[in-house]
């Protein structure tokens, strides 16, 4: 064989063994229904679940609770398949939260509250068109 085919193949090889490697740690996006029955199955894997923050009839977020640190918080979120969860953050809340179209909370449950290390916000994006009334 040749140097160049050796070289070749152990560049195939090492692609092959990171894809292997990082496949592992994909995180999945699911309801708090199913993170639920994962954890209640043993599984420590951090998971992805998209929903928006509960809301009163006027469209104010509500559930929002400081923790006792002043820096954490708690918030009430419903998924997309209409589970509403109660959420625990170890960071302070993020700019534009309350404002934010839909949410993406990173995390695990730990008993029955779900344990969020990472928010992920989708806020309204300033370049959809909107009514002027003159």
């Known amino acids: 064989m040749k140097k160049s085919h050796i070289i070749i193949i152990i560049v195939i090889a090492a692609a092959i ?3 292997v490697s990082t496949a592992g740690d994909a995180s999945t996006y699911v309801g708090f229904g199913e993170a639920f029955q994962m954890a209640k199955a043993g ?3 951090e998971i992805h679940v998209v929903g ?3 809301k009163d009839n006027a469209g104010k977020v509500i559930g929002i609770e400081e923790g006792m640190d002043k820096v954490s918080f708690s918030f009430v ?3 997309e398949n ?3 969860q109660k959420v625990d953050y170890n960071q302070p809340m993020p700019q534009d939260f309350t404002k ?3 949410v993406v909370v990173i995390g695990a449950y730990n008993g ?6 990472k928010i992920l916000l989708k806020c309204p994006s300033k370049y959809q068109e ?3 009334n003159v």
């Open 43 to 45: 599984s420590k894997k």
């Open 130 to 132: 909107q009514k002027v």
């Open 82 to 84: 209409g589970k509403e």
């Open 17 to 19: 063994g990171i894809l």
């Open 52 to 54: 928006e923050l509960k």
């Open 112 to 117: 029955d509250t779900f344990k969020a290390s």
């Open 77 to 79: 979120m419903i998924d």
């Open 100 to 102: 934010s179209e839909k």
